[in-house]
């Protein structure tokens, strides 16, 4: 594909497509804007993502509003059968509405139908017949305002798998309308295909001028005919396309960069660091100075709630962003993911609590450290329990992300998983301690996938229909379904068990981060 877009002159309209999580703002978009605002270029972003869903509550006329209002009302987060009982009624009206002949489904984390991303053949079939998917008819007015523009250039977006096939559709849409547009995308579901690049670029190419499997910043600077910049430059987001009235949740809490990368990166299993070409990870922290005055753009905008993307805040810079925090003119409140690393400290949780922090999310996976040690996770149970409790101590609450299907993984190895939930529940907020199991996948790119026999495994054959997939299943001496769905059970009785019947956060199964902050600061009687 050539290099070389001029767009000095253009205007463009950044597309961030359907289907994701509705009720957060799209990072991408006040990131790419600001980036091409740097540069000169004047953009459009536009969430189409939300817009469907507010296309299927238009669609349910009086019914759909009201459902709409009842869970933006502000006692919608003071309990959490009321949560539950607004947002199923809520997903309720974007299913039903999506697809009344049943063969496509649409819910808040999830888009469903008999065509897969993974399948290059559904990839194939949504750019020659767009109108398979019921999203293009439902949000064609918002796709005709933007040719009405005079728009040039698009760029797609697509950070889930949920995105690829809706995003060539579009993209397919535009192109039998106006056959000179130019149009780009990226996005963590290409990156995470890269290997595939030669692949795709025959099915794609017709649509796309370039995919970009990098950071918007490096692309950009060398699409568009500027001096190359350096790698990872940030910019400044720029917010000032966000519409308030297109939130669906009570209040917004906007997604703010702390860094890129992960600081480990060594992960064997692991595909969302960045990695360069030799496989090096790489880490570049957002400068402190930038990130203050995101905040405060924030603050005067009247935002005051924040979810910080970072792979892992380690303990120096969660003491540095505190900092930062407590320079700020008025309080603000916020979640975040990190790593059980030995550096973090009772004292530092006590600050960050100080400073706004509600909950952490932490990559805990197993209490086995043969296991962590055998795929290169880099942290030890006993520091782990230790990070855990203190952070119970300082009064913020925890997610774990918990893992299973490891080659080798035996009973006794899920067992000291247990135990040591055991040790930690009785001192966790049973409110707002949340957790997800996963089985474990080979994930594209990751030493898993490129060495599985160094981890006593088999990477599954993938099927033709299953070419483009990012994860594949292993084979060997692996734990079996049966085992692995057992001790799910077992997680569960053990955590109910110890942390009661109090109605909390892990009832909810929630896919959406931002949710956890919003019921924390909002459920007062229910955390006593």
Same mark, same amino acid.
């Given at each position: 594909?050539?290099?070389?877009?001029? @767009?000095?002159?253009?205007?463009?309209?950044?597309?961030?497509?359907?289907?994701?999580?509705?009720?957060?703002?799209?990072?991408?978009?006040?990131?790419?804007?600001?980036?091409?605002?740097?540069?000169?270029?004047?953009?459009?972003?536009?969430?189409?993502?939300?817009?469907?869903? $507010?296309?299927?509550?238009?669609?349910?006329?009086?019914?759909?509003?009201?459902?709409?209002?009842?869970?933006?009302?502000?006692?919608?987060?003071?309990?959490?059968?009321?949560?539950?009982?607004?947002?199923?009624?809520?997903?309720?009206?974007?299913?039903?509405?999506?697809?009344?002949?049943?063969?496509?489904?649409?819910?808040?984390?999830?888009?469903?139908?008999?065509?897969?991303?993974?399948?290059?053949?559904?990839?194939?079939?949504?750019?020659?017949?767009?109108?398979?998917?019921?999203?293009?008819?439902?949000?064609?007015?918002?796709?005709?305002?933007?040719?009405?523009?005079?728009?040039?250039?698009?760029?797609?977006?697509?950070?889930?798998?949920?995105?690829?096939?809706?995003?060539?559709?579009?993209?397919?849409?535009?192109?039998?309308?106006?056959?000179?547009?130019?149009?780009?995308?990226?996005?963590?579901?290409?990156?995470?295909?890269?290997?595939?690049?030669?692949?795709?670029?025959?099915?794609?190419?017709?649509?796309?001028?370039?995919?970009?499997?990098?950071?918007?910043?490096?692309?950009?600077?060398?699409?568009?005919?500027?001096?190359?910049?350096?790698?990872?430059?940030?910019?400044?987001?720029?917010?000032?396309?966000?519409?308030?009235?297109?939130?669906?949740?009570?209040?917004?809490?906007?997604?703010?960069?702390?860094a890129r990368g992960c600081p480990w990166s060594g992960c064997a299993f692991c595909i969302h660091p960045d990695r360069n070409r030799y496989g090096q990870g790489m880490y570049h922290p957002k400068p402190l100075d930038l990130?203050?005055?995101?905040?405060?753009?924030h603050l005067s905008a009247g935002r005051s709630k924040f979810f910080f993307v970072d792979e892992a805040i380690l303990p120096n810079r969660l003491n540095a962003l505190c900092d930062v925090f407590g320079k700020l003119p008025?309080?603000?409140?916020?979640?975040?993911?990190?790593?059980?690393?030995?550096?973090?400290?009772?004292?530092?949780?006590?600050?960050?609590?100080?400073?706004?922090?509600? $909950?952490?999310?932490?990559?805990?996976?197993?209490?086995? !450290?043969?296991?962590m040690k055998k795929f290169n996770k880099g942290t030890r149970a006993e520091s782990a329990e230790r990070i855990l409790l203190d952070c119970s101590k300082a009064g913020i609450a925890s997610h774990l992300f918990l893992m299973?299907?490891?080659?080798?993984?035996? !009973?006794?190895?899920?067992?000291?998983?247990?135990?040591?939930?055991?040790?930690? @529940?009785?001192?966790?907020?049973?409110?707002?301690?949340?957790? !997800?199991?996963?089985?474990? $996948?080979?994930?594209?790119?990751?030493?898993?996938?490129?060495?599985?026999?160094?981890?006593?495994?088999?990477?599954?054959?993938?099927?033709?229909?299953?070419?483009?997939?990012?994860?594949?299943?292993?084979?060997?001496?692996?734990?079996?379904?049966?085992?692995?769905?057992?001790?799910?059970?077992?997680?569960?009785?053990?955590?109910?068990?110890?942390?009661?019947?109090?109605?909390?956060?892990?009832?909810?199964?929630?896919?959406? !981060?931002?949710?956890?902050?919003?019921?924390?600061?909002?459920?007062?009687?229910?955390?006593?």
């Open positions: 594909m050539g290099q070389n877009i001029e @767009l000095s002159s253009r205007q463009s309209t950044i597309i961030f497509p359907p289907q994701w999580e509705p009720s957060q703002p799209a990072l991408v978009l006040p990131v790419i804007s600001g980036i091409l605002r740097g540069l000169g270029i004047r953009s459009h972003p536009l969430d189409l993502n939300q817009r469907l869903y $507010k296309c299927l509550i238009e669609k349910c006329e009086i019914l759909g509003k009201r459902v709409l209002e009842n869970f933006q009302r502000p006692d919608t987060i003071s309990s959490i059968s009321l949560f539950r009982d607004r947002w199923d009624a809520l997903q309720k009206i974007w299913n039903l509405g999506y697809d009344p002949t049943g063969k496509h489904s649409l819910f808040s984390d999830s888009l469903a139908s008999h065509l897969h991303s993974s399948d290059p053949g559904a990839w194939k079939t949504v750019i020659e017949s767009p109108s398979v998917l019921p999203l293009v008819a439902l949000l064609e007015p918002d796709l005709e305002a933007v040719l009405e523009r005079g728009i040039d250039t698009l760029i797609f977006s697509a950070i889930s798998d949920t995105q690829i096939l809706p995003s060539l559709a579009i993209a397919s849409w535009f192109r039998s309308r106006r056959p000179d547009i130019c149009m780009v995308i990226g996005g963590d579901a290409f990156s995470y295909r890269k290997d595939l690049l030669p692949r795709i670029h025959e099915i794609v190419g017709s649509l796309f001028k370039e995919i970009s499997v990098t950071h918007a910043e490096s692309a950009f600077s060398g699409w568009f005919s500027t001096p190359a910049s350096p790698n990872l430059r940030f910019s400044l987001p720029d917010w000032s396309y966000l519409d308030v009235s297109q939130s669906i949740a009570p209040w917004i809490v906007a997604p703010v960069e702390t990130l203050e005055q995101e905040l405060l753009m008025s309080p603000i409140s916020w979640i975040c993911y990190s790593r059980l690393d030995d550096g973090h400290s009772l004292e530092i949780f006590r600050k960050a609590r100080r400073f706004g922090l509600k $909950k952490i999310f932490w990559g805990l996976e197993s209490g086995s !450290d043969v296991l299973t299907g490891f080659p080798g993984e035996t !009973d006794h190895d899920r067992q000291l998983t247990i135990s040591l939930l055991r040790r930690i @529940l009785p001192s966790m907020d049973p409110f707002g301690f949340s957790w !997800d199991l996963f089985s474990l $996948k080979a994930e594209r790119g990751t030493p898993l996938f490129c060495h599985p026999e160094e981890f006593g495994a088999e990477i599954r054959v993938l099927s033709a229909e299953r070419e483009f997939a990012y994860q594949a299943d292993l084979m060997g001496e692996m734990p079996s379904r049966g085992e692995m769905l057992r001790y799910r059970d077992s997680l569960e009785e053990t955590i109910e068990s110890i942390l009661g019947s109090v109605p909390g956060i892990r009832h909810l199964k929630l896919s959406q !981060d931002s949710f956890h902050l919003l019921l924390l600061d909002g459920c007062p009687s229910e955390k006593n």
